[in-house]
């Protein structure tokens, strides 16, 4: 897919725009939020992040094709 979005924050409510070619980690970390990530390579799973709405656009090479189509 590889899009530009935005994500919204739940707790803050902060709105961060996310280009095609970054991720939400970037973004979220580059907006001076806190983002935990121990590899950012998307290896580890550390970074997973739950999604309150709409459908994620996965990059990473933890989660199986299963878990990403029920949004896990």
Same mark, same amino acid.
């Given at each position: 897919?590889?899009t530009?979005?935005?994500v919204v924050?739940?707790?803050?409510g902060?709105v961060? +725009?996310?280009?095609? +070619?970054?991720?939400v +980690?970037?973004?979220?970390r580059? +907006?001076?939020e806190?983002?935990?990530?121990?590899?950012?390579?998307?290896?580890?799973?550390?970074?997973e992040? /739950? /999604?309150?709405?709409g &459908?994620?656009?996965?990059?990473?090479?933890v989660?199986a094709? &299963?878990?990403k189509q029920?949004?896990?």
């Amino acid at each position: 897919m590889n899009t530009a979005f935005d994500v919204v924050l739940a707790r803050s409510g902060t709105v961060i +725009h996310v280009s095609e +070619h970054r991720t939400v +980690h970037d973004a979220v970390r580059e +907006h001076g939020e806190p983002a935990l990530s121990s590899c950012a390579e998307g290896l580890c799973g550390t970074c997973e992040t /739950v /999604v309150l709405d709409g &459908e994620p656009d996965y990059r990473d090479t933890v989660l199986a094709d &299963e878990e990403k189509q029920r949004g896990a």
